[in-house]
């Protein structure tokens, strides 16, 4: 059984950083595209960045520059270095997987089939 586990999250001053951890099992550590995805009370789930087996990555614009996703095949997990953090990237944030193309942090929430059950970054000002 698939299973992607988020740790990480935190509460932080502006300008501060933080790294979220994605650790998966039952999945195979070839699978295609991973990303991370966050999301505010009353809104839906916006992509982040992804990562493909490749190593190719997408940024959301918002955190292009900002943010680096990384992931780590032989030990299954995927990770997100949060730098220069900014009130707006409060969320929960949630690590996804699929084997479809397109991997991009365009891609539809729905398009991924396997998700962690999130961790909170808050961002105070």
């Known amino acids: 059984q698939a299973q992607l586990v988020e740790s990480g999250g935190g509460s932080v001053q502006a300008g501060g950083s933080l790294t979220l951890s994605c650790a998966a099992s039952?999945?195979?550590?070839?699978?295609?595209?991973m990303g991370w995805f966050r999301q505010v009370p009353g809104t839906g789930r916006e992509g982040v960045a992804t990562?493909?087996?490749?190593?190719?990555?997408t940024y959301a614009d918002s955190v292009r520059g900002r943010f680096t996703i990384s992931r780590d095949s032989a030990k299954k997990t995927l990770y997100l270095q949060m730098n220069s953090l900014k009130p707006e990237d409060t969320g929960m944030y949630y690590c996804?997987?699929?084997?479809?193309?397109?991997?991009?942090?365009?891609?539809?929430?729905?398009?991924?089939?396997?998700w962690g059950q999130g961790t909170q970054v808050t961002v105070s000002s």
């Open positions: 039952g999945i195979a550590s070839g699978i295609y595209c």
């Open positions: 990562i493909d087996r490749a190593g190719i990555t």
């Open positions: 996804a997987a699929k084997n479809s193309y397109p991997c991009s942090s365009d891609s539809r929430s729905g398009a991924f089939p396997y």
